[in-house]
Each structure stands twice: as C-alpha cells, then as structure tokens.
C-alpha cells in the first residue's frame, strides 16, 4: 500500500511568484486535505476536496486554490506569494468521511 | 484565537517511565480528537484517537483519555522508549469539511 507523496521536496520562490504543489493520496482515500506549517506552530487547515470538489476552507485568502483529479491526486496553488507564504506545505488523505487523516512528507516552501 | 492548547512546549521523561501529554481545547463543537507524532523532515504520524463519546482509548502503550467537561485531554505512553522522542500534535475536529484544529506541539524527549 502506497501512502501519500508530495513533490516537491524542496522550492525556493521569489515575492510575487505563483507556485503548484502536488499530491498523490494514499490507495483507497478519496478525500485530500492541505494544511498550512509555520515555524513553531501546528499545522493550519487550508482547504479539503472531495470527489473534485473544494467541500471545507480554512481561514486562508483566495489565492490560495486547489484542484482534485478523478485518480484523487491533488494541487495547491498559490499565487502572488508572499513572505509569509514560507512554510512546510502538508498533505493528507483520508477514506470517505474519516475522521483520520494520513499525511505526506511535506514540501517546503522559501519565498524570498 | 487558539481553540487547540499544548501548553508545554517540552517534556522530558528517563525511558521506561510514563510519559503524560497534555492537551486543551476551547470550542465545544469538537467531537473528535486524535494525536499525530512528527519526527524532524517528516509528516505527522497518526498515532491514536478517541470519538467524543467515549472517555478512554488504548492502543498498545499508547491511552488517550478524554475530559469533556474540563475539556482536557491527555496521551499517556507506558513505558516510553528512545523511538518516541518527537514531536507529539494533539488535533481536534468537529468532523465533516472541517479539517482538524492542531495545537502548537510538544517535543518528548526520552532520556536512555
């Protein structure tokens, strides 16, 4: 059973830029989250997508957007970067409605 | 506003003895709580949880107990070992679309 993958690892960005990241979910998980990690801080809800669909926001600005595929893989975009835009961006997947979510490695985000 | 409090941001404990992880919530909405662990340039792990319907959850040395009415809840691991050395998330969630609320993390350190 494949778990959940993010790429990329790494991105290093300028202020303004716009960014993709991606997401494969675990086998078997149609619902995928993405969360949000500052420095010193817990993971922060952004948004989830279910069956293509943006179904729950956290309180994140719209430039930051999403997309879910039909093999429930998963974007997050976000545009006109900022300096606080820097952080370890989370996936997670789960089954359904699940309560438990099953997170990816991260990718971390530098905007300079 | 932080509606999920780890208020200790360290914890030591000699391997071998009971861990304790404390963890506060505000809103009484949540009905679902779990625990993740995070080791460094990793995602979180789930590790436990427990519906707000019941007061105790165990999974091998891992208990999560629940105080609705103090709105408390705690993760208990016997006997702790080097392994569990990480950083411990508590994350609460009303279910749904709503994502999961996480605290600020505490780090368990295991001293041999």
């Known amino acids: 059973e494949t778990g959940v993958t993010q790429s990329p690892t790494h991105l290093i960005k300028t202020r303004g830029q716009q960014v993709t990241l991606r997401c494969s979910s675990q086998?078997?998980?149609?619902?995928v989250s993405w969360y949000q990690q500052a420095l010193g801080q817990g993971p922060q809800f952004i948004f989830q997508?279910?069956?293509?669909?943006?179904?729950g926001r956290g309180n994140f600005p719209p430039r930051f957007s999403g997309l879910q595929f039909p093999n429930y893989s998963s974007e997050l975009n976000v545009n006109a970067l900022e300096l606080d835009d820097s952080a370890l961006y989370l996936c997670?997947?789960?089954?359904?409605?699940?309560?438990?979510?099953?997170f990816g490695p991260g990718t971390r985000l530098t905007v300079t | 506003d932080q509606q999920v409090k780890q208020n200790s941001p360290s914890l030591s404990v000699q391997e071998g003895r009971i861990s304790i992880l404390n963890c506060d919530y505000t809103?009484?909405?949540?009905?679902?709580f779990l625990w993740y662990k995070k080791y460094p340039a990793e995602g979180p792990t789930f590790l436990i949880s427990?519906?707000?319907?019941?007061d105790k959850n165990e999974d091998g040395r891992f208990t999560v107990f629940l105080n609705k009415s103090a709105k408390h809840l705690s993760l208990h691991i016997v006997p702790s070992q080097p392994g569990d050395s990480a950083v411990y998330f508590c994350?609460?969630?009303?279910?749904?679309?709503?994502?999961?609320?996480f605290g600020k993390g505490t780090h368990l350190i295991i001293q041999p």
């Open positions: 997670a997947s789960s089954p359904g409605t699940s309560y438990e979510q099953y």
């Open positions: 997508y279910y069956r293509e669909e943006e179904n």
């Open positions: 427990i519906s707000s319907i019941k």
């Open positions: 809103n009484s909405m949540f009905d679902y």
């Open positions: 086998s078997g998980h149609n619902t």
């Open positions: 994350a609460a969630t009303r279910g749904g679309a709503d994502g999961l609320t």
